[in-house]
DNA sequence: ACTCACTGAACTCGTTTGCA
DNA sequence: TGCAAACGAGTTCAGTGAGT
């Protein structure tokens, strides 16, 4: 898909895209084998020719910065299948929701190469270095949330290209919160009920021996912390799922136009 | 309960097109 | 070539909604 995008390039919008599709230039090389092929403005041709040529190299060194500030959020999706293999899926909990006086007590990193937690007070410190080794970050309103709570919190910077499900969604037309999706696409999950409430009690629990009540069962201490950080990783694993069907939903609504 | 990035509408401004 | 109309990209701003 970003392949056959040319949104990215400084002059040219929605508009002129869907003309060059409709010529029949649906990718960067068939524009440069043939650029004469279609019909455009000087200035444009002037811009598509450097702006192609340009992506291209940048494709080849996966320089996630480049269409990072070209792609922007509401088309960061496009770039999804080119860095699959650079990405990462993340989700945090945390004591509230204001990064002023809450705190991220565990995170997940997931990833084809490996899923990792981080728990507050244990290994929370090296989260920002492994992060340095992806290019791509999914998240479910990370944009709102989790990213500006790790910017606020742990100094993290973000120039990873940016894949907000719920924005993606949301342009779909689907609305509500991660289950209530994840249940519209039958995307199953071992702890069905818990919700990010749960997740500041069985934090509480874990750290200063409350007692959590989950599911009408009563826990603390180690399994406590062992049921928040199985919670936290069902929430980034499904992004997998989530991911792959959401961008297979806004290739298609482009095939339909 | 609190936060703020994103969306979409309305607008401005530069560029292109069509005609004489 | 010059002009006016049409088009499209970019900018601004208020309202929205889901995270723990």
Known sequence: MLEKTFQ???GVGEKTEEDLWSQGCDSWQRYLENPGDFIVSPLHRKRLHAGVLESKCRLEEFDHEYFRRLLGTSLSWRAYNQFKDHACYLDIETTGLSPRDSHVTTVCLHSSRETKNYVL????????????????????????????????????????????????LHRLGYRGGLKYIEKQMGIRRETDGVGGLDAIHLWNAYRY??????????????????????????????????????????ENTLKTK
């Open 8 to 10: 990215h390039i400084p």
């Open 209 to 250: 021996g409350t007692t959590a009540e989950i599911l009408g069962e009563k826990v603390r201490g180690k399994e406590a912390l062992s049921l928040l950080i199985q919670y936290n990783r069902e929430d980034t694993v499904n992004l997998v799922e989530l991911a792959e069907n959401t961008v297979k939903l806004l």
């Open 121 to 168: 007070g244990e290994n929370l410190n090296e989260l920002k270095s492994d992060l340095q080794d992806y290019g791509y970050i999914v998240t479910f309103n990370g944009a709102r949330f989790d990213l500006p709570f790790l910017r606020a919190k742990l100094a993290i910077p973000f120039p990873h290209i940016h894949l907000d499900l719920m924005q993606a």
